[in-house]
């Protein structure tokens, strides 16, 4: 992220509880194949570390470095690091725009929810290119909001929907960034012979899956920086982003729920 860059999200506790819940097992399984042991990485907008923790723990005695905007998440991530005995795991402040790294100085670099989040998503992917060594690979994974279907039918999400589209808008962000994946890495100079495309789904439909995902985006939609955003662009009132929180936490109760999150995946080889 660069100064203009504004994180829809931020960094409230219902946040951090949610993306520390992230492994690679449910995140970024389309990267395991092209992990091995002592491989260098980088983990761009690392957030809470846990993904982070985990390819470090996949690739030891290789190194993982997380980068993140925010100082504040970082020391969330050093915690995290430290819990799980790993020496392998360097972390610091850093811009995806503008990599604090030589040219080729990593076998891969890894970004998870990052792209759709900035003003200039290009210009990320050419910067986590150059510091791709010849070989080696960039895997990036977004979510595609409006690829995102629930049951039973719920007018009170489809206005959380909409409004999540017109507060990423003013952001200058891309909340449908899964579906440009492919677009954006050939815009960056990446190979289109050398790209590999797909997609992952995360599904909430047990009753605890349910009430773990309602329950934090009932408190997103209240205190974090999403809601001060909608709030401070006028394209909602603390009246509204209630209401909105009733709507998630009347989904979480319906014995028939069920919610899928699409995402796109791209590991584009250098």
């Known amino acids: 992220m660069t100064t203009q860059d504004v994180y829809t999200h931020g960094h409230h506790a219902s ?18 194949p092209a992990l091995e042991v002592g491989q260098r990485v980088l983990d761009v907008g690392c957030g809470p570390g846990s993904i982070t923790v985990d390819l470090a723990a996949r690739i030891a005695p290789g190194e993982v470095v997380g980068v993140d905007t925010s100082a504040a998440v970082l020391h969330v991530a050093r915690q995290a690091a430290q819990d799980a005995g790993l020496a392998n795991v360097r972390l610091q402040v850093a811009d995806a725009a503008a990599l604090p790294f030589e040219d080729s100085s990593f076998d891969v670099v890894h970004a998870h929810q990052v792209l759709q989040h900035l003003t200039d998503p ?24 409006a690829a ?16 999540y589209h017109e507060v990423t808008l003013a952001n200058g962000a891309e909340a449908d960034a899964g579906r440009r994946l492919v677009a954006w890495a050939q815009e960056a100079g990446f190979d289109p012979e050398l790209l590999t495309a797909g997609a992952g789904v995360w599904c909430y439909a047990s009753p605890e899956e349910r009430a773990w995902w309602s329950q934090t985006w009932a408190e997103r939609v209240t205190s974090s920086a999403f809601a ?21 936490r009347a989904w979480g109760e319906a014995p028939d729920g069920w919610f899928a999150v699409l995402h796109g995946e791209l590991l584009a080889r250098v």
């Open 148 to 163: 995102m279907t629930w049951y039973p039918a719920s007018p009170g999400l489809d206005e959380w929907l909409a409004l």
């Open 122 to 145: 290009v210009a990320a992917l050419r910067e986590m290119r150059r510091v791709t060594r010849p070989g080696g690979v960039v895997a990036v994974r977004d979510a595609d909001y």
């Open 15 to 32: 946040v951090l509880r949610a993306h520390s819940r992230r492994t690679v097992e449910n995140s970024a399984a389309y990267l395991v």
């Open 228 to 248: 001060q955003q909608a709030i401070g662009y006028g394209l909602a009132d603390d009246v509204a982003l209630e209401l909105l929180a009733d709507a998630w």
